[in-house]
């Protein structure tokens, strides 16, 4: 089993930035592709923004230029900076990771921008 545990959300004002963190541990071992996704309200939950291995990215259209994904092979972890945020980034946000075609999902971190 893989678990992940993710910090940094909170309340931002908007055009504020944060930084979610996710460490994985357990069976990290073969872990491949890592990522973040998000659920708002009344929505399903969407990708925000991936990276593999080997450090190739991905991104939604709706926060290409303003989010910036990241990893650290060596601690297990992956990045996401967030800046300029909008009310509408407003979501609980997940991490997500792949270990041989496996999903494994973080519980979520609350992420608020408002005024």
């Known amino acids: 089993q893989v678990q992940l545990r993710e910090s940094g959300g909170g309340l931002v004002q908007p055009g504020g930035s944060l930084r979610l963190s996710c460490a994985a541990s357990?069976?990290?071992?073969?872990?491949?592709?890592m990522g973040w996704y998000r659920q708002a309200p009344g929505k399903q939950r969407e990708l925000v923004a991936t990276?593999?291995?080997?450090?190739?990215?991905t991104y939604a259209d709706s926060v290409t230029a303003r989010f910036t994904i990241s990893r650290d092979n060596a601690k297990n972890a992956v990045y996401l900076q967030m800046n300029t945020l909008k009310p509408e980034d407003t979501a609980v946000y997940y991490c997500?990771?792949?270990?041989?075609?496996?999903?494994?999902w973080g519980q979520g971190t609350q992420v608020t921008v408002s005024s």
């Open positions: 997500h990771a792949i270990r041989f075609n496996r999903h494994y």
């Open positions: 357990g069976f990290i071992f073969g872990i491949d592709v």
């Open positions: 990276i593999t291995t080997g450090g190739t990215t």
